[in-house]
């Protein structure tokens, strides 16, 4: 009898303590994200401003940031991509950021949308474009990007901009840092992240010229979104890895294919719809192989490299070579692609050189 009250109150004792702690742990971890993120309603257009909290969102008053966003037009207009227009925002002398406003023309809410861009806002790496926020209304969609003062590398190598030329020394700090952004993205994010959309315009330049890699999950992101012209093929031509023609299939291998033309483009200073560079993925790879037997780097490289460290030049050709092998399974990974550009110039690394002019 007195052994049955025992059990009873022991069974007592465990379901509550069980209940307590789950409550305790409900709490705890409403209590985090409140801390992580500030959520502004806009009464005006039915929609919603999620801020994630960082030192540099600290300062901000939520309702200004919200009205000044509400207000870009397009004098405000950085450029425009396949999923929407990038304006600048400014909102003081020395707080500024890039709002991406995102076609969308269904009116339904996605919740799997929201949730990607919350787990997009905790990726934070040197060689990653910070996401700062999101707005979401019932008609449009707005990301909050960090603003690259230097604009993208597309730019850089391809636009009229005269007064900044990029260096050898440049454009190596350039490819390994995109290259240690992509493997944070394949090899330390968990679940790891597949781009999809490696190219010279998704390559950001920060007041350092150091490479951040932009737009990163974008392309899964929007295939939520079947409103999305391009979902038949999310990438760009030029940059797709031969497979993905065949499969359909991203994956981590075809970024590493997509890293490869980038270095191409950084050596050469050709753009990848180049006739050099022709359409097709797996004549990229006989081109380089060419290239590369013969020894004819001399003549493809870029005039503005300036530079007469045709070794470090050439090795850097052999790594774009590797990253560009049609069977995907010979390509080497982006931990390994990483490695072996920083073995290119050992004594480089950690330096800021200002190498351009
Ligand atoms: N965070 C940013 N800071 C500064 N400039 C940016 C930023 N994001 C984008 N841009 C500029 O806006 C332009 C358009 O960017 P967007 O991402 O819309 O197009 P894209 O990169 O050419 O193509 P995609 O839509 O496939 O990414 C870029 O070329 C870049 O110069
Ligand atoms: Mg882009």
Redesign the pocket.
């Given at each position: 009898m007195g052994s049955s009250r025992f059990l009873g109150l022991y069974i007592t004792i465990c379901v509550l303590a069980f209940v307590i702690s789950k409550i305790t742990i409900a709490v705890l971890c409403y209590r985090r994200w409140q801390r992580k993120q500030l959520v502004i309603q806009d009464r005006f257009s039915d929609g919603k401003l999620v801020l994630f909290r960082s030192p540099k969102m600290k300062s901000l008053k939520p309702n200004s940031f919200l009205k000044k966003t509400m207000k870009l037009t397009s004098k405000d207009r950085?450029?425009?991509?396949?999923?929407?227009?990038?304006y600048?925002l400014t909102i003081n002398e020395s707080t500024s950021f890039?709002v991406?406003k995102l076609r969308r023309e269904t009116t339904e809410q996605d919740r799997g949308f929201e949730r990607e861009l919350e787990s997009m806002g905790d990726i934070k790496h040197r060689n990653i474009?910070t996401l700062h926020g999101y707005y979401t209304a019932p008609n449009f969609n707005l990301l909050i990007?960090?603003?690259?003062?230097n604009?993208?590398l597309?730019?850089l190598l391809h636009g009229r901009r005269m007064d900044k030329v990029l260096d050898w020394d440049a454009r190596y700090k350039i490819a390994v840092g995109a290259a240690r952004g992509l493997s944070y993205l394949h090899h330390d994010c968990v679940p790891h992240i597949i781009h999809r959309?490696i190219?010279s315009?998704?390559i950001?330049l920060d007041h350092n010229m150091e490479a951040r890699v932009?737009?990163f999950g974008?392309a899964t992101l929007m295939e939520q979104d079947n409103t999305h012209v391009s979902t038949l093929v999310a990438g760009?031509f030029g940059y797709l890895a031969p497979e993905y023609f065949d499969t359909g299939r991203a994956t981590t291998k075809g970024d590493v294919y997509s890293f490869g033309v980038v270095l191409l483009e950084l050596l050469t200073g050709r753009k990848p719809s180049d006739e050099a560079f022709v359409e097709e993925g797996t004549k990229l790879v006989t081109w380089v192989k060419t290239v590369v037997q013969d020894k004819k780097e001399e003549h493809y490289v870029d005039d503005r490299l300036g530079c007469n460290r045709m070794d470090e030049i050439n090795h850097a050709f052999i790594i774009a070579l590797m990253c560009l092998e049609t069977d995907p399974l010979k390509r080497p990974n982006m931990l390994e692609v990483l490695k072996m550009l920083e073995e290119i110039k050992p004594d480089h690394l950690g330096h800021n050189s200002q190498s351009f002019t």
């Open positions: 950085i450029g425009s991509g396949g999923y929407g227009t990038v600048r890039a991406k474009v990007y960090e603003l690259m003062p604009g993208s597309d730019t959309d190219k315009s998704n950001l932009s737009d974008l760009t």
